[in-house]
C-alpha cells in the first residue's frame, strides 16, 4: 500500500517556467490538499479537493492552479514560477466524512528551488 | 476564521523528564483538533486528534493530548521523554470548514 506519492522529490526551475507537481493516492480518498512548508510559517493550505470535479481555494492559492478529474490524482502547477514559490511542497490526503473527522495522511514532499 | 499558536519555537527537555508543547486554537463551531510530528526530509505523521469525548486524548508513541474549551487549548504532554522524540511537532485544527490549519510549529529538543 503505497498511500500519497509524490513526484518529482526535488525540481530547479527559472524564474517564468512551469512545471506541474504530481500526487497519486490509492486509499481512496475524497478528500485531498496541498500544502507548502516555508520556514517558521509551518504549513500553508494551498488548494484543496472534497472530491472529483471540486476544488477550493486554501490560504496561499495566488500562482498556483489545481484540477482533480479523478479520485486518486490530485496534480499542483505552477504556470510561471516566481523565486517566492521556492519551498517545501507537501500532498495530503484523507477519509472525512463528517467536519474534519479523520487525520490527513502526507506524501513525503517535493522540495522546489525557483531561481 | 480559523487559525492556531504554537507560542514556543522550541522545546528543550531532559530525557526521563515530562514534556509540554503548547498549542491554542480559535474557530467557528466545534474544534477538530490534531498534532503530528515531522522527522527531517519526511512529510508529517499523525499522532492524535480530537474529535469530541474525552478532555483527554491519547495516541501514538506514549503522546497524549488535552483538550481545554475554556482556554481554546490542546496542549501535547508526555510523561517521560525520550531523545528519539525529538523533531519538529505541528498543532492543526479545523472548524466548521473543510479546511485544516496548521501552526507554525515547535522543535522539540530531548536531551541525554
Known amino acids: 500500500n503505497a498511500g500519497v506519492t509524490q513526484t518529482p522529490k526535488f525540481q530547479v526551475l527559472k524564474t517564468g517556467q512551469s512545471m506541474t507537481l504530481q500526487c497519486a493516492q490509492d486509499?481512496?480518498?475524497?478528500?485531498m490538499s496541498w500544502y507548502r512548508q516555508d520556514p517558521g510559517m509551518g504549513l500553508r493550505l494551498i488548494h484543496y479537493?472534497?472530491?472529483?470535479?471540486?476544488?477550493d481555494q486554501g490560504e496561499v492559492p495566488n500562482g498556483y492552479n489545481v484540477s482533480r478529474s479523478t479520485t486518486e490524482d490530485f496534480p499542483l502547477r505552477l504556470l510561471s514560477a516566481a523565486p517566492s514559490q521556492t519551498s517545501v511542497y507537501f500532498c495530503?490526503?484523507?477519509?472525512?466524512?463528517?467536519?474534519?473527522?479523520?487525520?490527513?495522511?502526507f506524501g513525503n514532499g517535493t522540495r522546489l528551488t525557483v531561481t | 476564521a480559523q487559525s492556531v499558536a504554537q507560542p514556543e519555537d522550541q522545546v528543550n527537555v531532559a530525557e526521563g523528564n515530562p514534556l509540554t508543547v503548547k498549542c491554542t486554537y480559535s474557530?467557528?463551531?466545534?474544534?477538530?483538533l490534531f498534532w503530528y510530528v515531522q522527522y527531517p526530509n519526511r512529510g508529517l505523521q499523525f499522532l492524535l486528534k480530537y474529535i469530541t469525548g474525552d478532555n483527554l486524548v491519547k495516541g501514538s508513541y506514549g503522546f497524549e493530548a488535552e483538550f481545554n474549551k475554556s482556554q481554546t487549548s490542546f496542549h501535547l504532554k508526555k510523561p517521560s521523554a525520550l531523545v528519539s522524540d525529538s523533531a519538529l511537532y505541528f498543532c492543526?485544527?479545523?472548524?466548521?470548514?473543510?479546511?485544516?490549519?496548521f501552526g507554525t510549529g515547535t522543535r522539540l529538543q530531548v536531551f541525554p
Open positions: 486509499m481512496n480518498h475524497e478528500y
Open positions: 479537493s472534497v472530491g472529483a470535479g471540486i476544488t
Open positions: 492543526a485544527v479545523s472548524g466548521d470548514t473543510d479546511k485544516l490549519i
Open positions: 495530503a490526503s484523507s477519509s472525512n466524512t463528517i467536519g474534519f473527522d479523520s487525520p490527513l495522511h
Open positions: 474557530v467557528s463551531g466545534n474544534p477538530y
